[in-house]
T-cell receptor
Framework: AQKVTQAQTEISVVEKEDVTLDCVYETRDTTYYLFWYKQPPSGELVFLIRRNSFDEQNEISGRYSWNFQKSTSSFNFTITASQVVDSAVYFCALSEAFMEYGNKLVFGAGTILRVKS | DSGVTQTPKHLITATGQRVTLRCSPRSGDLSVYWYQQSLDQGLQFLIQYYNGEERAKGNILERFSAQQFPDLHSELNLSSLELGDSALYFC???????????FGQGTRLTVV
């Protein structure tokens, strides 16, 4: 069975600090996809990134970066120079591949990030 | 704006009642997914439709049902509502395999 663990329930940082959100996953599939979503206080789920299991290159998008390590089944998310607007709940998710019609997501419990000014 | 539209945004109803949640996917997306977010269960996959046909089922109660219409919009029907059904219900859509799913703003259902 697939499982996603986000061990950090809540993190508080001061603006401009860097923060890393941890994500550990379990799957028996050799091909799978990993995602991060952001849920701001307004409630919607915002897609941040998708990574397939064959691509272990780290990715950087502005202040966001992702570190995918298959050896440790981790897909961690780092926000550099955090801002108050980064305050949200962040979800890591996993989906199995080779579903012809799309992928259902297994979500972690989420990490609440509070950035204080 | 993700391009996925859900209506209504808020719904308050009494126990035992039936409600219908509506979702319009992004233009061109054939897959529609329904998820439930509650405090105790977190985000859980309910059901997926692709081009009008049911393709995957998750932890969906028998009191719940869904369908996808020829114009690709989808409806989630919740009946014999209980207090525990109070949750945020999300619809998401994707083009198909190996693509990310984009979520609507959700429908917050409160059962009183």
């Amino acid at each position: 069975a697939q499982k996603v663990t986000q061990a950090q329930t809540e993190i508080s940082v001061v603006e401009k600090e860097d923060v890393t959100l941890d994500c550990v996953y379990e799957t028996r599939d050799t091909t799978y996809y990993l995602f991060w979503y952001k849920q701001p206080p307004s409630g919607e789920l915002v897609f941040l990134i998708r990574r397939n299991s064959f691509d272990e290159q780290n990715e950087i998008s502005g202040r966001y970066s992702w570190n995918f390590q298959k050896s440790t089944s981790s897909f961690n998310f780092t926000i550099t120079a955090s801002q108050v607007v980064d305050s949200a709940v962040y979800f890591c998710a996993l989906s199995e591949a080779f579903m012809e019609y799309g992928n259902k997501l297994v979500f972690g419990a989420g990490t609440i990030l509070r950035v204080k000014s | 704006d993700s391009g996925v539209t859900q209506t209504p945004k808020h719904l308050i109803t009494a126990t035992g009642q039936r409600v219908t949640l509506r979702c319009s996917p992004r233009s061109g997306d054939l897959s529609v997914y329904w998820y439930q977010q509650s405090l105790d269960q977190g985000l859980q996959f309910l059901i997926q439709y692709y081009n009008g046909e049911e393709r995957a089922k998750g932890n969906i109660l028998e009191r719940f049902s869904a369908q996808q219409f020829p114009d690709l919009h989808s409806e989630l029907n919740l009946s014999s509502l209980e207090l525990g059904d109070s949750a945020l219900y999300f619809c998401a859509s994707s083009v198909g395999v190996a693509t990310e799913a984009f979520f609507g703003q959700g429908t917050r259902l409160t059962v009183v």
